[in-house]
């Protein structure tokens, strides 16, 4: 009887130890440290990556005039895609691009490599800017069926630039949900609907959208083609 109390007062001893550690964690919820809010007549964020110094990159699409820390960005047309990178430092945007063209772009995944940044997302415009690049949409529904990119920015510390973009076109409409990059190989995966094609690679939908997974490697100036 003794070794069954001694027992029994063990487990109710772990068993409010426990309940105690749980009410300890309940109770070291985290506080927002601080919140900012930008905008345009219609903008939004999709997608956000952190540098190695702890910089926050953002990306995502905006319509009008979007104003972020004193810089202005003005769309082309309907809606433009942005990349912009923030400062929890000085609590400022430090540089913000954009790409666009006459009808609806978006950036809908990001992520980071040194002072690499590479970029994907959708474009349904004839011609979409890349600053000094282009990309045309070849779709066979181009202006309403929206074609995928991939483009890279060189970080350059209190500004950035567009190096190259690239795009993979189809019979429906194709975008970007994700990206990684692991040295020069850079990941991207999405959907599409009814075929598509990287470059010489061609994919066929087994239904009204299918997922797909792509590589392509940057080369430095430029990146050679998107392999399924």
């Known amino acids: 009887m003794r070794c069954l109390s001694c027992l029994l007062i063990r487990q109710l001893t772990i068993l409010g130890a426990l309940l105690l550690t749980g009410f ?3 109770a070291q919820a985290p506080v927002w440290d601080n919140a900012l809010a930008f905008g345009s007549s ?12 702890g910089d926050v990159l953002l990306a995502g699409s905006y319509r009008g005039t979007l104003i972020l820390s004193g810089m202005v960005l003005t769309s082309s047309g309907a809606d433009d895609g942005f990349v912009a990178k923030w400062s929890p ?5 430090v540089w913000a691009v954009s790409l666009g063209g006459p009808l609806t772009e978006g950036v809908t995944a990001v992520t980071v490599s040194g002072t690499h940044v590479y970029v994907a997302g959708h474009f349904n415009s004839a011609n979409v800017n890349f ?13 309403i069926g929206f074609d995928l990119f991939v483009a890279k920015i060189t970080d350059l510390g209190t500004n950035a630039a567009f190096v190259w973009a690239k795009s993979a076109s189809g019979s429906g409409s194709e975008s970007t949900t994700s990206m990684a990059v692991n040295g020069a190989s850079v990941y991207v995966a999405g959907y599409f609907e009814g075929a598509v094609s990287f470059d010489s690679n061609t994919l066929t939908s087994s239904g ?13 100036s430029s990146a050679s083609g998107l392999t399924t």
Do not use: M
């Not at 430092?89 to 945007?93: A, K, V, Y």
């Not at 009204?208 to 430095?220: H, S």
């Open 24 to 26: 300890a964690v309940k």
């Open 42 to 53: 219609n903008s939004g964020v999709w997608a956000s990556a952190v540098t190695s110094n």
């Open 89 to 93: 430092s000085s609590r400022r945007f």
């Open 131 to 143: 600053g000094a690049a282009s990309l045309a949409n070849t779709s066979t529904s181009a202006g």
């Open 208 to 220: 009204l959208r299918d997922g797909f997974v792509a590589k392509l490697t940057d080369v430095g």
